[in-house]
């Protein structure tokens, strides 16, 4: 007796440990069919990848096909677009239905018995190389357990077009190598703005044939000179009056000086006039006269681009600008009513400090999110406030719900900022003098302090995958509390969980 038939269905060979998504090319120069996705087996030994699928983003499902170890296979949007660009000796599998989104999306790939075996979401904003110039995103290495949803997950390809089929890496240097470390936008006695560029490796590295620009719709403003070499752990600087501002050098394609209203800096890789694939790029606030803004490295191994205590071409940053007001506490989610959240200021100068500036004719400004608030408090300025030298000032959601819940000392002074609430898992709030008004009628800011906390419970948002704030603030009837208001601000290494104490010193 026969029992009824089954059908099952097997994956041959680990696909799930092995296969694995190693480019994409998602916004093509030119002709939009010209899309592709590139896959590789970087396990040890063959696999089949019979009925494994992509279910979101686009759409396919393999045929039988044995992938060697260390090989590669390419999925297309349009056979006959795909080979007028590239040939027709590479190993295309097929067609894919659908596109792959140029603002970015979630792409899915499950083998045969559906086990996911990439998830993630890319990003147009990763690198403008990607998105539209003709370059390929490319992941830096496919063996390396990461999350292919972090940008740094992946890097452009080495040159326009991509690399299907081939392995590119090691033809340009690793992302990171050179950076944008310094430079100086507002500058005061006649003096010129300049860019510094690091080399952070123990190599030197020759950028003669790269590039500088403040416009991401023109990259090759300014081409360095061939043969400029910066030494291992070397610095090299540019400045506008002899370089990228001066029409007489042979490089300034397009003369350009730096905003002290804040801008972009980018630096691409070039060779014999053409774009390659390196890439780094710097978003810089407003500025004040004189002062520098640079790379400042945190305990968690990130680094902000913040205001520093002096300009120091051609050698290591200085440390960076503290004060004269800094964001001392923050009660972002407390026991009782979230009304009652707040945030306390410190003056650590030794002079009082007025929230207001009489050139500008403008007060100070504390807001959350200062590229989209939802916080906002413009401080009074009829009277304006005056904080004396230790002096603290509290800033609340509502002052009836947080006078229900704490007490401040005699004198301090506490403010309500209304609309809007701190966020209670990850957020940003800052504290920033008024600058200029631009051309467009914007006012431009100027950072005074910013602090962008966490719960602790969010490790994918850092390097390590451990979120290093305290969650006992999170809920517990405890605030982040800053250790020492003299240090660096934004910064999990200066802040602990403590017990409330608006308008008081730290515990």
């Known amino acids: 007796t026969w029992s009824a038939l089954n059908e099952a269905v097997f994956a041959v060979g680990p696909v799930a440990e092995s296969l694995r998504i190693r480019e994409i090319m998602y916004h093509p120069a030119g002709d939009p069919n010209a899309e592709f996705i590139e896959l590789t087996n970087v396990g040890p030994e063959t696999i089949n990848l019979s009925l494994a699928r992509f279910t979101k983003g686009i759409g396919y499902t393999f045929p039988s096909f044995e992938l060697p170890a260390g090989g590669y296979c390419l999925l297309v949007r349009d056979l006959p677009a795909f080979e007028t660009r590239y040939g027709s000796t590479l190993p295309v599998l097929g067609e894919y239905t659908g596109s792959l989104n140029n603002g970015g999306e979630r792409i899915e790939l499950v083998d045969a018995a559906g086990t996911v075996i990439q998830g993630f979401e890319y990003k147009d904003n990763w690198f403008d190389l990607t998105d539209g110039m003709g370059f390929s995103l490319t992941v830096r290495d496919p063996q390396a357990a990461v999350d292919p949803g972090s940008k740094s997950a992946w890097r452009p390809s080495a040159h326009a077009g991509g690399s299907p089929g081939a392995d590119d890496s090691g033809q340009v240097p690793e992302l ?18 300049w860019i510094e560029l690091h080399n952070t490796t123990l190599q030197p590295i020759d950028i003669g044939g790269w590039y500088l620009s403040d416009d991401a719709n023109d990259l090759t403003r300014y081409e360095i000179a061939a043969g400029t070499r910066i030494t291992a752990g070397g610095y090299v600087v540019f400045s506008q009056d002899q370089h990228f501002g001066n029409p007489s050098d042979p490089g300034c ?38 002062v520098s803004l640079g790379r400042w490295q945190k305990s968690t191994g990130s680094y902000n681009f913040v205001a520093l205590m002096e300009p120091t071409p051609g050698q290591a940053n200085a440390a960076p600008v503290v004060g004269p007001i800094v964001i001392n506490e923050i009660m972002y989610r407390p026991a009782g009513s979230e009304g009652a959240q707040y945030v306390e200021l410190l003056n650590i100068s030794g002079s009082a400090v007025t929230l207001y500036d009489a050139t500008e004719r403008a007060p100070w400004r504390f807001t959350d999110d200062p590229e989209d608030p939802k916080i906002e408090l413009l401080f009074p300025s009829d009277p304006p406030v005056t904080l004396a030298p230790g002096e603290h000032l509290v800033l609340a959601k509502d002052l009836s719900l947080f006078n229900a819940q704490y007490t401040v000392p005699a004198g301090v002074q506490v403010l309500a900022w209304g609309l809007g609430k701190l966020t209670n898992g990850d957020g940003k709030i800052q504290l920033s003098r008024p600058g200029e008004v631009d051309n467009d009628g914007d006012r431009r800011w100027i950072r005074v302090d910013r602090v962008a906390y966490s719960d602790g419970s969010h490790p994918q948002d ?23 208001p003299q240090a660096y601000g934004n910064d999990p290494e200066n802040w602990h969980a403590a017990s409330p104490s608006p308008g008081r010193a730290n515990p």
Do not use: C, M
């Open 176 to 193: 990171g190598s050179v950076v944008i470390n310094e430079l100086l936008a507002n500058p005061s006695g006649g003096a010129s703005d």
């Open 253 to 290: 394609q397009e003369p350009f000086g730096l905003s002290k209203n804040g801008e972009t800096v980018y630096l691409h890789s070039g060779s014999g006039g053409v774009l390659t694939g390196y890439s780094e790029q710097e978003k810089f606030d407003a500025s004040e006269p004189g």
């Open 462 to 484: 850092f390097a390590g995958g451990v979120d290093p704030w305290p969650a006992q603030a999170d809920g517990q009837d405890q605030s982040l509390s800053r250790l020492d």
